[in-house]
């Protein structure tokens, strides 16, 4: 367990089932989740939750928590839950007023000092991204790839250890092994001039 108990997940689907029909999935065969059912995949992600954050954690869920239902889920995981909305987070405000705080789609934070953008899509630059601020997001189920010198990190249960939350520990030891870029030394004056050449090129047709 983190000794913060400061935790970080996204992308739970909880409820997320396919069509009868086959024809639109869930997040089973959206995700490749090795799962038979969704009632299966509910349980054991409630499971490795609660084995993973006590009463007393705090869990960003950086968005997609619920399909449908969500109070019974908000009320069957441990912790303090703060959401930040995700594509389909389409709740109620009663729903919402189940979490303990609730930010549309961003929320720009502090963890020991460190500037901290939660977003559930990635960000290609960030508030203070130049100068060590970490962006954790979702969405993408693992599918974007990594860069080693950007300090940003999907933390949705896809790419986790068995489902389980991100502990704030881990996220700060992996950034602290992200190569330092020297963004006072980098060269923006060649991608201006390349972005304005192919503009002037779309512009004339």
Known sequence: MGTSNIWFTADLHFGHRGKPDGVIGGIIKHA???FKTIEEHDEYLIKRWNETVDKHGIVYIIGDFAWRNPNHYVQALNGKKILITGSHDKMSQLNLHQFTSVYQGMLITTFNKIPFVLTHCSMRVWERSYYGAINLYGHS?????????????DVGVDVA???APFSLEFILYKMSLKIKRDYQHSEPDKFVKINKENNLKLMEG
């Open 141 to 153: 189920h693992g599918r974007l790839e990594e860069f080693p010198d950007r300090c940003q990190m």
């Open 161 to 163: 250890d068995d489902y």
């Open 32 to 34: 490749s989740r090795p």
